[in-house]
């Protein structure tokens, strides 16, 4: 099976504060995907790679970075964290497109 | 746990029914369709996913029905469970091809009373 997995379930940060959400992969997908999950907005998508070192931006870029060094990991970075951005995120990854995207847990990040 | 369900239109049956849950996409050159689904506190869950050169596919106890006419795609659950509540989400892969992305709907909650 896939195995998505998460640096943290949970975690609170200051305003101002950067912070790094880790994401990994065991099946060696070429594609991942950082995403914010906010009621009634649904999914949105903040950045996607597509293969090492490559980066997109999504529909909802500002604010953040990301990181892709290797091909099993993919770094989210909040450069100055703002409590707007307190949130549910979700990574996922997938063999190509075309192809099902596997999810994460998510981490529920505060911003206090 | 998380409440992804706050304002999103939800359908209510009773274990042992049929559920159908609907998703209208808006992209008529979408060719690849997925439902998802999210129990609380979780990511989302692949179910089923379809193509454009199909109008059905069955999975277990699941079918996603898909009508390119009126860019509409359907989930039918079969012998509804208490363990099937979740909220369902539609997605449709949109961009050019090489790297694409999926643009998901706002979700469907599914409730089912014992």
């Known amino acids: 099976d896939v195995k998505v997995t998460q640096s943290s379930r949970y975690l609170v940060k200051r305003t101002g504060e950067k912070v790094f959400l880790e994401c990994v992969q065991d099946m060696d997908h070429e594609n991942m995907f950082w995403y914010r999950q906010d009621p009634g907005l649904g999914l949105r998508l903040i950045y996607f790679s597509y293969d090492v070192k490559m980066k997109e931006k999504g529909d909802i870029p500002e604010g953040y970075s990301v990181s892709r060094e290797k091909k099993e990991r993919f770094s989210l970075i909040l450069e100055s964290a703002s409590t707007n951005q307190t949130s549910m995120y979700l990574c996922?990854?997938?063999?190509?497109?075309?192809?099902?995207?596997?999810f994460g847990p998510g981490t529920r990040l505060t911003v206090t | 746990g998380e409440s992804v369900g706050l304002h999103l239109p939800t359908l209510s049956v009773q274990e042992g029914d049929n559920s159908i849950i609907n998703c209208a996409y808006s992209?008529?050159?979408?060719?690849?369709f997925i439902w998802y689904k999210q129990e609380s506190g979780k990511g989302p869950q692949f179910i089923i996913d379809i193509r454009s050169n199909m109008d059905k596919r069955q999975g277990q106890r699941v079918t996603v029905l898909l009508n390119k006419t009126v860019k509409h795609l359907s989930l039918q659950i079969a012998a509804t469970q208490p363990g099937d509540s979740a909220v369902y989400f539609c997605?449709?892969?949109?961009?050019?091809?090489?790297?694409?992305?999926?643009?998901f709907g706002k979700g469907t909650m599914l409730l089912v009373s014992p």
């Open positions: 997605a449709e892969n949109i961009g050019p091809k090489g790297y694409s992305t999926l643009t």
């Open positions: 996922a990854s997938s063999v190509g497109p075309f192809y099902e995207q596997y």
């Open positions: 992209n008529s050159a979408s060719d690849y």
